[in-house]
């Protein structure tokens, strides 16, 4: 597990490498974060995806300025679908690709935030798989996902801020004609996933009240052997 730095059109950028035990190569995993950045949760999502045999990089979306600067930008490109945020989050795949222990095939992963950006990068054809993880649809989602890679999703169905958005993107993935597998937890909230702890635990845990927030375990589990059964049939399979 390694601290490293990376440079894309904009500049450098801070970035965790974490790396399965014995011998590569094996696939990349990109693993975008949600807006709390490049902490120890995320940080703990590249570890287990290495310990199931990826080598997972996630690049700090936070390294060019202050975080509030960086997340406006980040949302302002989100909504463009295009932008400095999209060229940072290719030099990150462009800089996993060129690791000699990288066997050439990529997925991409994220949470909330990071969720839509891996599911509006699941068309760019340069992944072979996609995890979206809370993350929001977009009301044109049958055009945007024509042509994506293979997506497996999760939702939880106590999250205020994304009702319906699992539907929407079964029905969209089904229309298209694109493996998937789309799952709501019924005792899941928005970022049931990550296990924050320090500041970030203490603001959800207010957030949680209102728009229904937090880790749950049991979905959690359940939601990485599901990504990593459906990774393993994309990146590992022949």
Same mark, same amino acid.
């Given at each position: ?6 440079? !894309? ?8 490498? @974490?790396?399965? @035990?014995?011998?590569? =190569? ?9 807006v ?10 590249c570890?287990?995806l ?8 996630? =690049?700090?979306?936070?390294? *060019? ?7 406006? !930008?980040i ?10 945020? $999209? ?15 990288c ?8 949470y ?5 950006f !891996?599911?509006?990068? +699941?068309p ?6 996609? !995890?979206? %993880?809370y ?5 044109? &989602? ?14 939880? &169905?106590k ?11 079964? *029905? ?6 694109? =493996? ?8 899941a909230? #928005?970022?049931?996933? %990550?296990? #924050?702890?320090? @500041? =970030?635990?203490?603001?959800?845990a ?6 229904g *927030?937090?880790?749950e375990?049991? +979905?959690? #589990?359940? @939601?990485?052997t599901?990504?990593? +059964? $459906? $990774?393993?049939?994309?990146?590992k399979?022949?």
């Amino acid at each position: 597990m390694a601290e490293i730095s990376f440079s !894309s059109p904009h500049g450098n950028l801070r970035g965790y490498l @974490a790396r399965p @035990a014995g011998e590569g =190569p094996w696939p990349g995993v990109i693993v975008i974060h949600d807006v709390f950045g490049l902490n120890s949760d995320l940080r703990r999502q590249c570890e287990w995806l290495a310990a199931s045999g990826y080598l997972a990089f996630g =690049p700090d979306l936070y390294s *060019q300025g202050s975080k509030l600067s960086c997340l406006r !930008s980040i949302f302002l490109d989100f909504r463009a679908r295009r932008g400095k945020t $999209f060229d940072n989050i290719d030099a990150a795949r462009t800089t996993l690709l060129a690791n000699e222990e990288c066997s050439g095939r990529v997925g991409i992963v994220g949470y909330c935030l990071g969720g839509g950006f !891996s599911l509006l990068l +699941a068309p760019s054809g340069h992944y072979d798989v996609s !995890s979206v %993880n809370y993350g929001d649809v977009p009301n044109d &989602a049958d055009a945007v996902l024509a042509g994506a890679c293979p997506i497996v999703g999760s939702y939880g &169905a106590k999250d205020r801020t994304l009702k319906g958005k699992a539907e929407r993107l079964e *029905q969209s993935l089904t229309l298209n004609n694109i =493996p998937h597998d789309v799952k709501e937890y019924p005792d899941a909230g #928005h970022g049931f996933l %990550n296990e #924050h702890d320090g @500041a =970030p635990a203490l603001l959800i845990a207010v957030l949680g009240r209102l728009m229904g *927030q937090g880790y749950e375990e049991a +979905a959690a #589990h359940d @939601a990485r052997t599901r990504i990593i +059964a $459906f $990774f393993d049939r994309w990146l590992k399979d022949d």
